[in-house]
């Protein structure tokens, strides 16, 4: 008996934006002040050009007091608060929706080198042997890998590249080779792949045949979220979506490990649920569910990354799977007895057709009480049951009308659980095609 078995940061935040209407409308919002720069509570408000002086040592002198001022002692905390809740009206439009977070370098100058500093490589600083461009302008330093590439490429397609690099002024940056140094804490390998492509060094997508890593797929989706590559985004989540599908028909096209264009492995459906709670994806969220619930130990102890952080499933999704096996389970359950039910084809040929059914039922039903959670009553509910169905007419004979009648009542089935399988994992879906409804005939 074989049953297919289909098992499958970041630097200091930058101040996000409100979306512009070219944007899609999951773009992260902006975050409050205090969560972006910490070090801002510490710091007055500077007046202008008052950053140049205050690299003086002279103690500052206040300005003398009206005669109608009355001095309130105010707590430092509450000054902090009423600072920030200051600087975050200033950012509300009058209709209540936040600004573009413009940073002004000059209020963070307490924060930066006095003086130029030189990063030399060597050491544990190694120059990356594709992504290191001599005629480049700006080096990214991530970790212990630096980046020489081309500033306007970057900026041209990723506002918060733009927003990032504006911050390195020459009179307060690092410089590597003459070049102005930007600090990236992701992943060096996530940064890489994302400048590979914005770089021209990866074609993407890829073409048929040519498989690409699910972490590298991950990487582009994480990277491209983060630094808002609009075009880069929509084509990653185009050929995540493409695996993790919301059509059946797609779904079966697939193989065990992937598709054409993507190499899957089981433990991939761990990030493919975290890459759609980030994007706000719904629609990956019942296949990645559905092949959680096919692992084992990778539940609880996740998954190591390549830069050494483990991905794991939150706490909310963890429970969405363990709901999701006891669903799982009895559909399959149904699943079997509805392919075994003892009632021939209408075009049955064979008065033995109907005792054989009656036995195949029984044999099921035995397998049930021997192994309740096994092949017969596993998770993998979506799994065809064809090669069960070609092994056990080899022990009971059946008639051609008999035999493409359970072929036909799998293919039902299995129709029924995908149609079913939002549910059964706990999430709502908006657009979730239904294969058991025809498609439309087109209009003429």
Known sequence: MSLRKAVLQRITPLPSRTPSPSLPHEWPQSPDSETIFPDLANHREPEPDEHVASRSKSPCVSPPLSSSSTVTAVHPAMAKRRMLTSRARDLMSPNGVVKRWRVNIAEHTTSLPSELATVSLGGSVKRDPDLWFDDGNIVLLCRDAAFRVYRGLLTRHSIIFRDLFSMAQPSTSETMESCPVVHISDPPDDLRHLLRVMCGLRKFPVIPGERMEFAELAALVRM??????????????????????????????????????????????????????????????PTALYLCCQLDTELTSGVERSDGSTERLEPKDLELVLRGRTELVRASTRGACTICKPATSPQCTSKGCERALREILNMMLDGLQKDPIGD?????????????IEDVVELWPLCEPCRTMLHARDLDVRRDVWKRLPQYMGVAVEDWKDPTVAPAAPTK
Not at 376 to 388: C, F, K, P, R, V
């Open 376 to 388: 017969i009553a596993g998770y993998a509910a979506l799994d065809s049951w064809e090669h069960w």
């Open 224 to 285: 491209s979220h983060k630094y808002h590559v609009e075009d880069l985004h929509t084509r990653a989540m185009h050929h995540l979506k493409l695996y993790f599908t919301n059509d059946l028909t797609v779904w079966d096209t697939a193989g065990v490990d992937g598709n054409l264009f993507l190499h899957v492995t089981p433990q991939d459906a761990i990030t493919a649920i975290n890459l759609a709670r980030l994007t706000h994806t719904d629609s990956v969220l």
